[in-house]
């Protein structure tokens, strides 16, 4: 994944608790990925790089994304 080349890029930011909603939120990231394709749906383990600051990266990308999409679960 090139992540330098889609900061520029509006993107889609996915943000889910994965105690009550990593498998809803899988399905939903593939369909949407087929919509968007290209890198633009962000999700924190696959579009954030091996040694990255965690909270740094998700602060960038929360702050330049087109869209932020809150999956809340029942807990």
Do not use: H, K
């Amino acid at each position: 994944m090139d992540r330098a080349s889609d900061r520029g890029r509006s993107r889609i930011f996915v943000s889910y608790r994965r105690q009550d909603s990593e498998a809803a939120v899988g399905r939903l990231v593939e369909d949407l990925q087929r919509t968007f394709p290209g890198n633009q749906v962000f999700l924190d383990w696959a579009s954030i790089a091996p040694g990255e600051d965690f909270v740094v990266a998700l602060e960038r990308e929360l702050g330049t994304c087109a869209a932020a999409l809150v999956v809340i679960g029942p807990r």
